[in-house]
């Protein structure tokens, strides 16, 4: 099923941008587990709309509503816990223009050949960033399980617009240093430039993209599969779920192509009794498998499709061309919204391999 994460941790998504709600089913949860509901909260808050000047303005509360799973004190009780979110704020009458000339850089012409047309165009249907939201739900929940677990993720913005937050040690990831308020960057200068560099996109009906970097420390070494089942495999197809993203690297990803072996290698060393590496250039996986060190990841994101400038596309019922003006409300740069995303994504990806080893 294409809308399916895990195996031992699955999370089934559900629900389109207009429906009456989104939600996710999730199986796999242990038994005797509380939901923290304030955290969930919280963390759900992060990537809700409508909370900042930089982000859409469609205004959506995402506050989740537990329909099963839970006994009568609350806690996870073995059956699949199921979460729904609902939708308020839609203006579907937005998107009517959409059913015959299809978006550039959207999946409207893509979704419209692939579903005969019935494809539901009103805020993209499933192809939404609004179905991240129970994905949070769900990497909010894993993010609980992995505290408990000693295994923290968090994520920050690495770039926005080209402008790029300070360096970080990969092999000790400054998690804690990462700002909670506006941008969540190292450099509040940096964050400062960005949000300057979306404000402007904005004010020309244009957007912008960018790179979003997240850690995972606690991890032990061993976790993962050669070939086609590997740690980087399995966070690569979570990330990919994500609308918007277009490229995953580990590590220093691609600028490794460009170093010798002698600078990108890891030297191993014995720590306190510990098997580490001196630096983490590999992102904390090796053959697919943990080392134990900090796992590195970094997603791309494309800029926001939906502009308010003109755009060259095609009447598909007329089958000739055709300029388009997109109208509704639209992020100027998903980025910022999509940083919990990429940590639920990354969460949800480690507790199902956890659970898996565990179940070995």
Excluded: W
């Excluded at 009517?96 to 419209?112: E, Q, Y």
């Excluded at 691609?254 to 250039?281: C, K, L, Y």
């Amino acid at each position: 099923m294409s809308n399916l994460l895990g195996n031992s941790y699955r999370v089934t998504i559900f629900g389109q941008s207009h429906s009456p709600m989104i939600g996710a089913v999730i199986e796999g949860i242990p038994a005797g587990i509380v939901p923290d509901m304030g955290f969930i909260g919280a963390f759900m808050a992060r990537r809700a709309p409508g909370g900042s000047p930089l982000s859409t303005p469609r205004s959506e509360t995402d506050a989740p509503r537990i329909l099963s799973g839970l006994n009568d004190r609350g806690e996870t009780c073995g059956a699949p816990l199921c979460a729904v979110i609902e939708n308020g704020n839609a203006r579907s009458r937005d998107y009517d223009s959409l059913r015959d000339v299809p978006r550039p850089g959207h999946a409207d012409f893509t979704a419209a050949v692939k579903f005969a047309g019935h494809n539901d165009i009103r805020g993209g249907g499933q192809f939404s960033g609004r179905l991240t939201a129970p994905l949070c739900f769900a990497g909010a929940l894993a993010m609980q399980l992995l505290s408990e677990k000693g295994v923290r993720v968090r994520a920050r913005v690495k770039r926005i617009a080209g402008i790029e937050d300070a360096p970080a040690d990969l092999a000790d990831p400054p998690i804690d240093a990462i700002s909670e308020h506006g941008l969540p960057t190292l450099d509040g200068e940096a964050a400062r430039r960005m949000a300057g560099a979306i404000l402007d996109a904005r004010e020309k009906g244009d957007s912008v993209g960018g790179v979003v970097e997240c850690f995972a420390t606690g991890l032990p070494a061993g976790l993962g599969e050669p070939m086609f089942d590997g740690v980087e495999n399995r966070l690569a197809r979570a990330l990919f779920g994500i609308p918007a993203v277009r490229g995953v690297e580990f590590g220093l990803g691609f600028a490794a192509a460009d170093m010798h072996g002698s600078d990108h290698n890891d030297p191993f060393r014995v720590r306190q009794g510990r098997i580490v590496t001196e630096t983490n250039r590999h992102g904390g996986a090796l053959g697919g498998i943990t080392t134990g060190m900090p796992i590195v990841v970094r997603a791309a994101f494309k800029p926001t499709p939906s502009i308010a400038l003109p755009q060259r596309s095609v009447s598909m019922g007329r089958s000739e061309d055709a300029e388009l003006t997109v109208g509704g409300r639209h992020d100027p740069c998903v980025v910022p919204r999509a940083v919990p995303v990429v940590e639920a994504a990354v969460a949800c990806t480690l507790l199902d391999m956890l659970l898996e080893a565990k179940e070995a």
